[in-house]
């Protein structure tokens, strides 16, 4: 069994910052890449970053420069640092991962975007 827990999410301003962390364990032998996804109500789930083990990255247009992923591998943590938030970032963010034994992923945490 693998576990992803999530935290980080809530309300900000336009403009305000958020920290997502995403903290995997269980019977985890080999983590390739962890990524975030997001669901915004009546949209598809999408790709908002995504890191492999060795630190390579990539994002969607609609975040670059404002959205950094990072990972700490000892800690089997995926973090996902969002600047200059807009009211399009709402949704429901997702972490995934995909291991030697398939892919994984949590609950959801919910980033609302309002003044």
């Known amino acids: 069994q693998v576990q992803l827990v999530e935290s980080g999410g809530g309300l900000v301003q336009p403009g305000g910052s958020l920290r997502l962390s995403c903290a995997a364990s269980?019977?985890?032998?080999?983590?390739?890449?962890m990524g975030w996804y997001r669901q915004a109500p009546g949209k598809q789930r999408e790709l908002v970053a995504r890191?492999?083990?060795?630190?390579?990255?990539n994002y969607a247009d609609s975040v670059k420069g404002r959205f950094t992923i990072s990972r700490d591998n000892a800690k089997n943590t995926v973090y996902l640092q969002m600047n200059n938030l807009k009211p399009e970032d709402t949704a429901v963010y997702y972490c995934n991962i995909y291991t030697d034994s398939g892919g994984y992923w949590g609950q959801g945490t919910q980033v609302t975007v309002s003044s």
């Open positions: 890191i492999t083990t060795v630190g390579s990255t």
């Open positions: 269980g019977s985890i032998f080999s983590i390739k890449t």
